[in-house]
Every structure is written in structure tokens, then in C-alpha cells.
């Protein structure tokens, strides 16, 4: 059903009356998680389009489309399809089935997919020849490309390959999952057709090496001249099997149930579990199979079978299978012009041109915004702490990191040093449990105390503390951050640190420690807010106090920034203070679950999401008008498990300057944003922003910001000042949905 037919179905069947109380539990209220989910991507394959861009950033977010469709169907899909299997019929509050999710999601899915690779073929192939980038196809080879590509598979390609019969003897090889595999069809030579006639053809596999480069450089008079590394393997594949002849061949990809499953309760060593669990991963059913477009029928119907899958598993591509390897165009190519131009993080003065990190933060608080301001800041308050001789411990969580992490050697530094270290490191960290096994057991080498986190819960916080003695004294030096200890992915997402040394915050730190890494029974928190131990309850009391004044007749108002808004106790609470009255805008990036603008439930309910070159992952609340407001970072977003089974901590912005700081900067511009931003309607759609004002791009205001910026917590430059505020009375928001009798309509 398409989105204006949803809105005008929904209007005809409830009125345009809405003095009634509405039911807060009626499904048509919610958007459906993973609806929502794919139109996020879909904003995404947005980016790609933009014909303004260079065109290898063009590719980067048409890969990440990609990338991101892997991670939903190894987990999202496959738990769907886990449910069907086992008759469970696990429900949101929108109430769709399994069956009915997996319908809507194949629907959706392959609708982008034909758009993505319609984008591949129709403007980024155009783009790159027109740079003199090409890939080519084995008919497409001169004589001299021919040698070349002969003599490239002979020397380094032909002896990784494993050709793989299946028959009555050769079981249909398991294949590892995303693993790039060319199915190959044969027929023993020297029979004649007519004696063929009644002879199947025969069926091998040929898994592609993922230790090989995917492009293969080959000689050009113009430019950069690639074949696929499967392309190449294909078109000699001959030479795999001396004695038949190859009828056709099909490069093929198998996307599979990658999730773990692990009862913390029942494992008496949690590490070893893990480590069972991530063997039998690749062992997971198969989801999804990816496969050429021009692959012969015959060979679809076998892989399928063999698979287990149905029609709507099946993604027939018009492009190369994995094009995330594709970006691999742009480390080959120097060329400035196609791409954008290099992040380079400002430093704060305050910082930079202080001997150490600890008299500074002793001093007042420090609030960084990365990638805009650098993370090395963060890097060197524990690098300094593994080696200043006053600091005394040091206990931190490391959900994610990079791979040579700084982090990891200035810990196991201050280990060696003497120091008392304890680290929680979160081995169910999704797509990151090996490597953080190995980071476990290597600062255990070193002498870290290591611990795995509480039972059930995953920890899910951003949370060091360094104990120091200055003086006759000790001092505690916090900081709180609201994305991963990740030096990497700090230049790639958005993201707040705060440093501080308040007492109150202090202790309610060091009690979270204590709880993680000994028997300690939660306490009152004095100034955090900590998940499962009253986060959402804080959050809904917030939330709830702003109504109470609205209802009053006072100034309310509401800003929350996050990653994705799927509880339905929040939301219902959110639906509750639009009614009573509180202006809410919401910057949510990926999934929202709350319909906005519906006439006595949501009408005062605004949802943008901005998607740029950088993710956006920072997580701020601001509960308050005018100077009532109280500003919180986070690491949580708002959804059930972060409430329910993660360990998150909220934290207040106390500093004044800080406060405002984030209300202008981190909320007021990305309100401002008429670019890069989408407002979510009614029916789940995303339009984007309309505006008579000057553009306004929020991450583009930001980086100049960052670079003109010579001190950082001083008052924020004029150019990105805004003060966010619900729409003018001249520009009144879009028309709101009618509720009548407990049913939406827009």
C-alpha cells in the first residue's frame, strides 16, 4: 500500500472527530521496527544519489547500503525466520506476525536493492569511466588484457582454489557466511549432444579467496583498468576441472544466521562459551542468497535447494555481489577531486597547549563533540594515567574497540606499572565477540583484572574513571562518553565526551564498578541514571514532568537526539505530554517507532532524521524550556533492551556553558538542518525538509565551526548559534492525523 493511500484509508475510517480518549496500546500507533529500519537504509541509498557528490563518496554510502542490509538479514530476518521455524509469534506494539514481517521486509528489500543497483549501473559505472575508472567483464578484454589476466591467475590465483564437486559422493559444500562463491556448471567433453540428451549437468563450487585482492589491476592505454577477482576465476575455470567443458558459471553469496545464542546463567565460563557459540556460527541457516542476475535458471533452482530457501530469499543482482569490496577503487586512486575532503579534528586550546589532561578537568568540565573535536584527547587522559606515578587505578569498559587499540596498550602499561586496572570487557559485543576475546586475554597477560559483566546484561556503557592522589587527596577524574573507546570510528561518527571530576557524579561511578566487578547491590544513584536500574522510569518521569507543567499553563519542552526510538512505555509517554500540551522535536537517525503528528495524540510531535557523511550516534536529551533545561548524555538509546538488558548510563551536563553548549550546537543545529534532514510522516515515510530559509547543513555548519574554533568551551560560534524552538506560528506544521475511537488515520 503506498503512503498516501495509508493516510487517506486511516482518515476515512476513523472521522475527523478527536475528542476521544485513545487507546496508547492500539497498533496502529506504532511503525513496525523493521519497516522503519529499512527506510533508514533507504535514506542512505538517498546519499548515494546526490550526483553533487565525488564520486567515490557516491560509492562509500552505496556499499554501506550493502553492508547494512548483511547485518539485518544475519540478525533481524534470520530471527524472524527463527520464529516461523519454531511456531513463535513474538509481536511489537505495531502487532505484526513473523510471517507478516518477512513479507514486508522481502517486499521493501528487494525494491532497494533494484534501486541500488540500477544507481550502480546507471550513474556510478558512468562516474568512474568518466574518471577513467573501468571494470571489465571477460568478453570486454583486449589480447593484451588477456595475457595479463592469464598470467595474474596462473601465478597467484590458481593454486588457492579448491574446486568443489557435488554429487552423490560430495555433499553440497557448507559455505561460510558473506563467503564469495562461483557455481559452476559442467559436462563431460567427447559426448555428443544428441547422446547428452538425456545427462544432467554436472555441479561444482569454486570458493573465491577471500586473502586475494577482489580487483584485479589490468594494463590500460586510458586510466584504471580492474576485472573481479571472480570475473577472472570464471572465465578460466577450464583449467579447474581438465576434461569437461563449462556450460555455465554464476558468482553466488549466502547470507546466514549469525547471531549468538547464549544462556549466561547455564555457562560456568562465559569466554569459553562464546567461543563454542562462534564456531558453530557459520553453521547458522541460510537467510538470503545473492546471486548474478544472468545466472542460468538451472543453477539458481540447484543453489536454492541446496540452501533451503524460497523465491523471496533469492536477490538477483545487476552488479558486482559484496560492493563493499568495490570501495577499494578509492585506496588505488589519489585523486582529491573524488573524494571529500580529509577530517581534520580540531583540538581545543584549553587542551592543546596543556602540559596534561588532569589539571585541566580538575578545573572545570570538559565537553568534546567528535569527530568535529579530536578523540585524542580521550586517548591521552588514559595514556597519561597509565603512566603518571599519582595515579593509583584506573577501571574503564570497553565494549568496542579498534584494532591496535591505544586503549588496550595503555592499560596493560599501567598494569606493568603497578597500577590497580580493571577492565570490563563486553564479550557479546554483536560482530565483535572474537576480538574482543583476544583483547581480554591480552590484558589479562598483562596483569588487568578483567571482568565479563553482570549475568543476562550486556555492558553497554562508556564509562573510565582514574583515581588519583594529589596532595593529601584523592581526586577521581571521570569521563563519559556516548560512543565506543574506537579511535577509528571516532572520525566516522558523531559523538560527546564529557570529562569531570564532580563528586556526585564520582561516586555514583565508582559504585557502577563496584557493582560490575564485585557483589555490591546497586545504590541511589546520586546523579546518574542506570539501565536496567531505573533508566526508563527516569526517562518516562522526565518526560512526564514536562507534561505536568504544560498542563499548568508553563513552558515545556522536549529534545532528544538518539539512534532509535522503538519502546513503547517511552513512546506512550511522549504520545501523553504532545496531548498535554509540550512541544517535542525529535532527531532520531534510524528506526522511530512513534507516528507523528496524529490530532490528540502526536500533533505537537516533530521527527527529523539527518544522515551525512558522518553516522550520526551522539545521544542527548534535553528535558526543559528556556533555563529549566536539563541536558543529558547517554549511552543508551530508547529500546528495550537498552532499558532492559544492557547495562547504560544517562549522566546530567551540570556546567552552564556545557549545557548550552549542547543545546545550540549538538540539538539546535541538526534542527536547523534543511539539507541532509528528513521529516518522518504519519504513514512511516521520510520527505525531505521544505524551507524558504538560507540552507543550512548541520554537519557541513559544524566542521567549519570546528575549524574556525580556537577554544572550545567558550561560547559557541555565531555560526551554527540556534536556538531550537518548535516551528514558527507563520510556518505551521503539516496537517495533523485524525484519532477517533482508537484508530489512526492520517
Not at 149 to 162: D, E, G
Request: charged share 25%; proline share 6%.
Amino acid at each position: 500500500m503506498s503512503p498516501v493511500r495509508h493516510r487517506e484509508d486511516l482518515r476515512s475510517s476513523c472521522g475527523q472527530t478527536h475528542n476521544v480518549a485513545v487507546r496508547l496500546q492500539d497498533p496502529r500507533l506504532y511503525i513496525n521496527r523493521e519497516i522503519s529500519w529499512l527506510a533508514f537504509n533507504d535514506r542512505v541509498l538517498a546519499e548515494a544519489k546526490s550526483a553533487w557528490l565525488p564520486v567515490y563518496e557516491r560509492l562509500k554510502f552505496l556499499s554501506i547500503v550493502s553492508s547494512n542490509l548483511d547485518e539485518f538479514f544475519m540478525v533481524r530476518a534470520a530471527g524472524l525466520k527463527k520464529q516461523l521455524t519454531l511456531n513463535m509469534a513474538e509481536t511489537g506494539a505495531d502487532g505484526m506476525l513473523p510471517g507478516e514481517q518477512l513479507a514486508a521486509i522481502a517486499e521493501r528489500s528487494h525494491a532497494m536493492v533494484a534501486e541500488q543497483y540500477r544507481l550502480w549501473k546507471d550513474e556510478i559505472v558512468p562516474a568512474l569511466l568518466a574518471h577513467g575508472v573501468t571494470i571489465l567483464t571477460a568478453a570486454s578484454l583486449t589480447a593484451e588484457q588477456k595475457q595479463a589476466a592469464r598470467a595474474h591467475f596462473t601465478a597467484s590465483v590458481f593454486s588457492a582454489l579448491t574446486p568443489l564437486a557435488v554429487d552423490s559422493g560430495h555433499p553440497f559444500p557448507h559455505l561460510r557466511n558473506k563467503s564469495l562463491n562461483l557455481a559452476v556448471l559442467l559436462r563431460k567433453e567427447g559426448r555428443k549432444r544428441r547422446r547428452d540428451a538425456g545427462i544432467e549437468n554436472l555441479f561444482a563450487v569454486v570458493q573465491v579467496p577471500q586473502v586475494l585482492n577482489r580487483l584485479v589491476a589490468l594494463p590500460s592505454t586510458q586510466g584504471q583498468a580492474y576485472i573481479l577477482l571472480e570475473e577472472l576465476i570464471a572465465s578460466f575455470a577450464g583449467e579447474l576441472f581438465p576434461g569437461y567443458a563449462v556450460v555455465g558459471t554464476a558468482p553466488f553469496r549466502v547470507t546466514r544466521n549469525w547471531d549468538l545464542t547464549i544462556d549466561d546463567e547455564d555457562s560456568e565460563d562465559l569466554l569459553d562459551t562464546i567461543q563454542e557459540e562462534l564456531r558453530r556460527r557459520d553453521r547458522g541457516a541460510a537467510v538470503r542468497l545473492e546471486i548474478d542476475a544472468q545466472t542460468p535458471a538451472e543453477l539458481e533452482r540447484v543453489i536454492t535447494e541446496m540452501l533451503n530457501l524460497v523465491p523471496p530469499d533469492v536477490y538477483r543482482l545487476t552488479g558486482p555481489l559484496q560492493l563493499s569490496d568495490v570501495t577499494a577503487l578509492a585506496d588505488n586512486d589519489p585523486r582529491s577531486d573524488l573524494r571529500v575532503e580529509p577530517l581534520v579534528p580540531a583540538v581545543p586550546q584549553v587542551l592543546r597547549d596543556a602540559e596534561s589532561v588532569f589539571p585541566v578537568v580538575a578545573a572545570k568540565d570538559v565537553l568534546l563533540h567528535h569527530p568535529y573535536e579530536s578523540f585524542d584527547p580521550v586517548v591521552r587522559f588514559l595514556s597519561e594515567a597509565a603512566e603518571d606515578p599519582s595515579v593509583l587505578a584506573i577501571k574503564m569498559t570497553l565494549y568496542r574497540t579498534s584494532g591496535d587499540s591505544p586503549f588496550v596498550r595503555a592499560l596493560s602499561r599501567a598494569a606493568e606499572n603497578g597500577k590497580q586496572v580493571a577492565v570490563l570487557v563486553e564479550l557479546k559485543a554483536r560482530f565483535d565477540e572474537a576480538n574482543n576475546i583476544a583483547w581480554a586475554r591480552r590484558l589479562e597477560e598483562t596483569g588487568v583484572h578483567v571482568v565479563y559483566g553482570l549475568v543476562g546484561l550486556k555492558t553497554h556503557c562508556k564509562v573510565a574513571l582514574v583515581v588519583r592522589r594529589e596532595g593529601g587527596r584523592i581526586r577521581r577524574y571521570v569521563h563519559i562518553g556516548t560512543g565506543n573507546y574506537n579511535p577509528t570510528t571516532a572520525r566516522q561518527y558523531t559523538d560527546v565526551s564529557l570529562f569531570t571530576t564532580r563528586e556526585e557524579i564520582a561516586d555514583d561511578v565508582t559504585a557502577l564498578f563496584n557493582m560490575l566487578t564485585g557483589f555490591a547491590e546497586a545504590p541511589h544513584w546520586k546523579r546518574l541514571a542506570v539501565a536496567p536500574l531505573g533508566l526508563q522510569k527516569r526517562i518516562i518521569d522526565l518526560i512526564g514532568r514536562e507534561a505536568g507543567r504544560a498542563k499548568k499553563g508553563e513552558p515545556a519542552r522536549i529534545i532528544a537526539k538518539m539512534n532509535a526510538l522503538v519502546d513503547p512505555d517511552v513512546i506512550r509517554a511522549l504520545y501523553e505530554a504532545s496531548n498535554a500540551g509540550v512541544e517535542i522535536d525529535l532527531l532520531v537517525r534510524g528506526i522511530c517507532c512513534l507516528r507523528p503528528g496524529i490530532a490528540g495524540v502526536s500533533e505537537r510531535i516533530r521527527v527529523i532524521s539527518v544522515v551525512d557523511r558522518f553516522l550520526e550516534h551522539s545521544r542527548v536529551f534535553a528535558f526543559g524550556a528556556g533555563d529549566k533545561a536539563e541536558v543529558y548524555l547517554s549511552s543508551a538509546d530508547w529500546m528495550p533492551r537498552n532499558f532492559h538488558r544492557r547495562i547504560e548510563v544517562m549522566c546530567p551536563v551540570e556546567e552552564p556553558a556545557l549545557r548550552q553548549r549542547l543545546l545550540d550546537e549538538v540539538l539546535g543545529v541538526a534542527l536547523r538542518d534543511n539539507v541532509k534532514s528528513r521529516r518522518l510522516l504519519v504513514d512511516g515515510s521520510y520527505v525531505a525538509a521544505e524551507s524558504s530559509e538560507l540552507p543550512a547543513r548541520s554537519q557541513a555548519l559544524l566542521l567549519e565551526a570546528a575549524r574556525r574554533a580556537s577554544v572550545a568551551q567558550i561560547a559557541t560560534p555565531a555560526v551554527i548559534r540556534h536556538a531550537a524552538a518548535p516551528p514558527a506560528p507563520d510556518k505551521p506544521a503539516p496537517e495533523p492525523v485524525r484519532v477517533v475511537g482508537g484508530t489512526a488515520s492520517g
